[in-house]
């Protein structure tokens, strides 16, 4: 069993700065990889950033230069830094891992989520 626990949301002025971080917790006998993921009121949940084991990272357009995604293998902690905020970046951000029984099984889609936590950005 994995749990992800979310924290570091809250609200900010455009311009502003916001650091999210993600505690793992239980046993992972294959872990596959982390990601990010935000929800506006009324639109679909999108993929804001993925990191792979190996640190290899991918960015959606709208955040890329202004987000980065990182993890801390010892403290098992997923971190969002995230920059230059704007009006558009409000949302519910959730933190999400894919944990499998073995390596062979990793399928590069989350299977964990964390509560989420509300990042407001006013202009």
Not at 35 to 45: F, N, S, V
Not at 90 to 119: D, M
């Amino acid at each position: 069993q994995v749990q992800l626990v979310e924290s570091g949301g809250g609200s900010v002025q455009a311009g502003g700065s916001l650091k999210l971080s993600c505690a793992v917790s239980g046993y992972i006998f294959a872990y596959c990889g982390m990601g990010w993921y935000r929800q506006a009121p009324g639109k679909e949940r999108e993929l804001v950033s993925t990191i792979r084991t190996d640190g290899t990272t991918r960015y959606a357009d709208s955040v890329k230069g202004r987000f980065t995604i990182s993890q801390d293998n010892v403290k098992k902690t997923l971190y969002l830094q995230m920059n230059s905020l704007k009006t558009e970046d409000t949302a519910v951000y959730y933190c999400a891992a894919e944990a499998r029984a073995a390596v062979r099984l990793c399928r590069y889609e989350h299977n964990y989520w964390g509560q989420g936590t509300q990042v407001t950005v006013s202009s």
